[in-house]
Every structure is written in C-alpha cells, then in structure tokens.
C-alpha cells in the first residue's frame, strides 16, 4: 500500500523536530556535565576535581542571573577578552601609587606596581584559620578574600565574606582572627580605628514573624586583637529615625519580589538579606560645612537590596540622612571633600553600569561616567570606585576582573585586566573585588 506523499511529509516534519528536541537535550546534558562549580554557581565548594575560588563566567558565555537574592555574587555578563595585565599606562597622568589587587581566584592578595609587577603577596588557607568549621557559608566562601587592607606596617587585614576577618603579617603569619561574621568592607582610619560590617541572622517579627533575615551591623573592632569594641544594629537604626516607613516600604517590596520570584519559601542564603549593606565610609573632616549629619564619626553606608545610601549617627544610634536616585543595586559610597558621593551604580541602567558624583544633601547628579555601548562597561554585582589625590578616578568593573583610571575628561589612562583566568578556552576570569590605589607617600620599608 502506498502511504500518501502529504501523510509523508508530516511524518518527515514530526521526526525532524524530534532529532532536533533531542540533540538540544544532548547538548544540554553535556554542558550540564562539564560546567565545574564556581562557574554558574560562582564561589567555588573545593570539592575534590571542582574549580575552586570565585569566578565569573566570561562576557558573553551564559545568561546574567538577575535575581534580588542577597548572599552570592554568582552572575559573570561581559566577555573577558585575551587582554592580560596592564595595557594602558600613561606616565604622564595616570597617578602613581602601588596597586593592592583582591581577586577571587584564591585567597592571596597581591601588592603590584603600576606596571604590574608583584612586589608582595599575603595568603593564607581559610582551614588554617578556623580548622574544622561547618557553617553554612564555609561550604562556599573559603575560597576567595572579599576585601583586605594592608597596614602601614605592612600587615593585611581580609575579610572571608561573611565569615569573617584575619590579620596576617608580611610572612604570612596569622596576628589574629574575628569570626563576627564581617562581610564585603572594613575600613581603617587615620588614628588606626578599625571599622567593618557584620551580619547576624534571626527573627525580626516586625519583617517576618516566621522567617529568619539577615541584619546587618556597623562593627568598630580592636586592630589589636580583633576584639568587638562597639556595635550600630541597622535595623534599629533605620526603624527609629524619620526614615522608618521608607525602609519598611523598601523592604515590604523586596520581599513581594521574593514571593514572586521563589513562592513557597523565604530562603534565608536567597532573600533574607533585606538589607545587604556591602559598604561603610566612616566620617573624618570631609563633611566640612555640611552640617552636623556629616559630622566626623557619623558612617555613610550602602544598602543594596534598598537602593538606598543613608549616614548613621554613631551617637545618636539612628539614621539621620537618606539619599535615593536613580542607581541601583549600588557599592562603594564615599564622602568627598568638596561636598559630593562617590558611587559605582551597578544597574541605573540596562546593562551599563556607571560610576555617579551626587551631592551628598540633595543627591542631585553632580559629574557621571558611563560607557557609550551596553556591556562594554558593565558589573551586575560587585564594583569599586576610588577618587585618587590627584583627580583621578579608579574604577574597579569586578565582574569582567577589569580596573581602568579615568583622568578628569573622562580619558583612561591606565587599565589592568585580571591575568587570573581558567577553563580550556581561558573563558573565566576571577571576580576583580578591588583594585586599591595605595597613596604614593604608603610606608614601603616592609618591603626591603
């Protein structure tokens, strides 16, 4: 019997788009396979075979993860490039200084000089620290510094985010460890004051009566011994002051986003970090004539998960200042001298981040840089921005592990792309956390 050609053809067509369902299964399941951890998931377990660390997926090598969740920097959007090292360096403009480098490909910090030389590198293994923790963010933030600050002494203080903070000195030597859970900043001021974040979860009942959230602390700590000096809850903070609605407001929104987003659960490690302060910038005489809310000791923090910037007052233990605009999901506010903030704005924009110059008591838009073309500057997580002595500005775009300075007309005069790659194409790059201008008059007799 002869099968009519049109009964045929469907057949031909149904067995077509079957072949093709099951090559993208095939495919799937092998990307699956071979994708190690660290990569989709960004920081690394450790686990025997697995890539450790925390690295991001080249710029143009997976889709960008766009959730609100608070605790993991996991998405990685813009292609890294075969650039290595430092490839501009304008003599002339750029500002002198040695360059304290953190990068997510272990935990190791690495003091190099403008041309990218290694003059120093501190490291040290999270198992040495605190030997046998179990925590739940031990299974994933051993593997990489967050943050660090080297002293005038030539110690390096890092945070293991969310874990907590060492102390080593020039030989690697652990000074002493604090396990208050610091996370993403810590701060030294001229009189050697040590000042962090921390994180402490439990249940606040007027957020959530049946799930625990993260809040957030301003720490000040003994650069002694690590020891907690004092303590500036946020939440109380945010909930007596003028401000109170607005922060409930903000955060009543956060998590309808998460219900919407994740119904049936209020994970903690996913939403429960309503506030994810990831910077702090305590007040010395940058404030000047602003008044008494810049006043020195006062902190600025940045509260991501918010979109907001807000000044505590240390003594009164209440938030006396509030700035909302148009970034979003920002770090690294800093007060300057002449009156403005300083901010990298990781979202303001659809695929373009920005570094934006605000007034600090109006937030009006006072200067901007932003590249012309999406993703050509762009870090959905992460970012540092840093106004050197001279005028210049360093901007940190973590997630392509790329530093650029920009001289005053918006020229960049020096880049330093992360040399730390993996993967059999190089198409991973390590988080570029920061990227520190150390001042060019630092104390170096450590180095000799």
Known sequence: MRVPDRILAVLATALGALA??????????????????GVESGEGEGRQGRRTGNWKRARGAGPEDEDLGGLGYVDGVTPAGSEIGV??????????????????HRPE????????????SWSIPFDRVWPGRTDMLSRYHTEFFRRARVLPNGDLLAIFEGLGIVRLDTSNELVWAYDGGAHHDLRVLPDGRLFTLR???????????????FEDFVCELDPDDGSELAAWSLFEAAFDS???????????????????????????WLWGDVFH??????????GGSLGPVFAPGN?????????LLAVLDTEARKIVHVLKGPWEAQHEAMLLSGGT????????????????????QTGELVWSYRAEEPDAFYSARSGICQRLPGGNTLVIESNAGRAFELAPDETIVWEFHSPFRAGEDDELVANLFDVERLPADFPTSWLE
């Open 20 to 37: 093709i369902a099951l090559g993208v299964l095939a495919v799937a399941q092998a990307c699956d396979s071979a994708t190690p951890d």
């Open 87 to 104: 490839t501009i360096h304008d003599r002339e403009r750029a500002e002198a200084g040695l360059n304290l480098v953190v990068s997510g």
């Open 109 to 120: 910090v690495n003091l190099m000089d403008m041309e990218g030389t290694l003059r120093h």
């Open 199 to 213: 994180r402490a979860a439990r249940i606040v009942p007027s957020i959530d009566p049946d799930h625990e959230v």
């Open 242 to 268: 003028e401000y109170e609605d607005m922060f409930r407001r903000g955060i009543a929104r956060y998590l309808r986003i998460a219900d919407r987003q994740d119904p049936g659960t209020r994970d903690l």
């Open 277 to 286: 302060t990831n910077s702090l910038h305590v007040f010395s005489d940058e």
């Open 299 to 307: 902190v600025l923090v940045s509260i991501r998960s918010l979109n």
């Open 341 to 360: 903030i300083l901010l990298f704005d990781n979202k303001g924009e659809a695929r373009r981040s920005a570094v934006l110059e605000i007034d600090a």
